[in-house]
């Protein structure tokens, strides 16, 4: 069964300071990333995912994340965050080739941006 | 034209009571899903519908019961409401089961007195 870990529960940063919310997961077979923001009182809207081919892959808002199968991370990151990036922030991972497929959530990371 | 509602965005109610959300999705999507956000942010997953079949039910208590009367809608009723069954409850939806792309609706946000 695939796993997914946010190591960091919270994360603040100064404005147009850049920022790496971090994410692992464990898997035995191959796998699709994603990652997830919730803004206050919405639901959750996709940020970006990684299905294949190439290990950097950017979103929306200015956010990229590297797939790195080694290490089994898939860390989001943003040269220069705004005050409007404050958000929750989930990583998510799905086997999408098994019959019992699923997506399972990491716990969140919350993103506080200090002006 | 929001692709994923879900009303009402807020319940307030007694203990001991039975309410429903309705959700309905427009994207022509076959999957959706019900998911439980508790005070801490966690994301668990309820009950997952393909096609109006019910494909994943994870070990919720049987007071919640899901409906899906076709593919574009699925309703979830909860009888007996618990102090512990406040939370937000989400509805989402996929093209498909393996599709790890969720569409989700702005949350129902239940609070039991």
């Known amino acids: 069964a695939q796993s997914v870990t946010q190591l960091d529960s919270q994360v603040p940063v100064f404005e147009e300071a850049p920022v790496e919310l971090r994410c692992n997961y464990s898997s035995s077979v191959s796998v699709y990333l994603f990652w997830y923001v919730q803004y206050p009182n919405q639901g959750l809207q996709l940020l970006l995912k990684?299905?294949?081919?190439?290990?950097l892959v950017k979103g929306i808002n200015g956010f990229e994340a590297e797939f790195n199968k080694s290490q089994t991370s898939f860390h989001l990151r943003k040269p220069s965050v705004h005050i409007s990036d404050t958000a929750e922030y989930f990583c998510a991972v799905i086997t999408p080739y098994s019959s019992a497929s699923k997506i399972i959530f990491g716990s969140g990371t919350r993103l506080s941006i200090r002006p | 034209d929001t692709a994923v509602s879900q009303t009402p965005k807020y319940l307030v109610t007694q203990m001991g009571n039975d309410k429903s959300i309705k959700c309905e999705q427009n994207l022509g999507h076959d999957t959706m899903y019900w998911y439980k956000q508790d005070s801490k942010k966690f994301l668990k997953i309820m009950f997952s519908y393909n096609n109006k079949e019910l494909i994943i039910n994870e070990t919720v208590p049987n007071r919640f019961s899901p409906k899906s009367p076709d593919k574009a809608h699925l309703n979830l009723h909860i009888n007996s409401l618990e102090l512990g069954d406040s939370a937000v409850y989400f509805c989402?939806?996929?093209?498909?089961?393996?599709?790890?792309?969720?569409?989700f609706g702005e949350g129902s946000r239940l609070t039991v007195l």
């Open positions: 989402a939806s996929s093209q498909d089961r393996a599709a790890g792309e969720l569409f």
């Open positions: 990684y299905l294949s081919g190439s290990t």
